[in-house]
């Protein structure tokens, strides 16, 4: 009996020892539970820093929260992540809002050819902008952080040296960069990333107008081996969450999130930006691709013909009661101020 006795104090002791590491906030079986939906496959560059930003909250919340990520549109797909996260099917969503232009009209603001020089740049431009205007479309969700791609370039089958040879060449382009290829005579042809390999080996589309992360995320290099240096258009994201499952978290881990909002699209930014040279590099090497320098007086006369859709976002926006001019002015302002 008096082992016996023994043996149900140390079980007990080891239960007791169980319950205070719960409590010290060491152990996660109590951890909030939240489901994160992306719609590219897991190894492109949104996937990468939703990864980063999953790994950052649960070690700076010490296991307090638990996010479970579902890329590649196993949850959500692009068109439906705002609203789905707005009625609750994941908690958190990251949505490419050049694919909604009319719906987040302020921040694709950021998509017009405004000369932002890289990722890093836009993501931090597109971030202060949002947090100057804190635009409607908004309103529903708790925006976590934005960033934007890399500017665009043209990836093709052929070799384009001059405007004369982009002159009704079939090209996967979608949001402000449809507009570019229209003002520069190109035909764009709207399809999903996922889409466009198959289509390249049908020649349904000779190319694709998009940023070069690309050449290697998807294999593009294989069947494009010329790349027509543009640098024209960069596309904007965002990271949104459902108001009721941000209403529900503690205070102190509501902080945690507030406080990577910049530091993660400047993370983002950079990551991308690097991503990109690296991309390069391993098209030059695998594929043996060609990047093709525009000569400048190519370059600017290509720049001329896209004044007209600026002037025309500032028309249409005005028109719906936007301070558009101040929009631009900002978006100039903030690229000169973060470029350098």
Known sequence: ???????FLVAILLVSGLVCLGAT????????KLSYANFPPAPTFPCVQMERWKTEVEKRTHGAVAIDTYPGGTLLGAKEMMDGVIAGQADIGNLCMAYQPGRFVLTNATSLPLDIPDARTGSVVLWELYKKY???????VKVLTMFTTAPANIMSKMPIRNLDQLKGV???ASGGAAQILKAWGANQVGMPMSATPEALQKGVVQGLFSSLEAMKDFNYAE??????????????????????????LPADV???????????AEWTGNYMDNHVKDSIAWSKKTYNVEFIALPAAEKQKMNGLLQPITDKWIADAKAKGFAAEAIVSDIRALTKKYGQ
Do not use: H
């Not at 509501?254 to 993660?264: F, H, P």
């Open 1 to 7: 009996m008096k082992r016996a006795g023994s043996v």
């Open 223 to 248: 069947l494009c081996r010329y790349v027509t240096l543009t640098d024209t258009v960069i596309y904007p994201f965002a990271v949104v969450m459902n108001m009721d499952a941000w209403n529900r």
């Open 170 to 172: 079939d090209l996967r």
């Open 254 to 264: 509501q902080k945690v999130m507030n406080d990577l909002g910049t530091e993660q």
């Open 134 to 140: 804190l635009p409607k479309a908004f309103d529903k």
């Open 25 to 32: 906030g060491t152990a996660t079986a109590g951890a909030v």
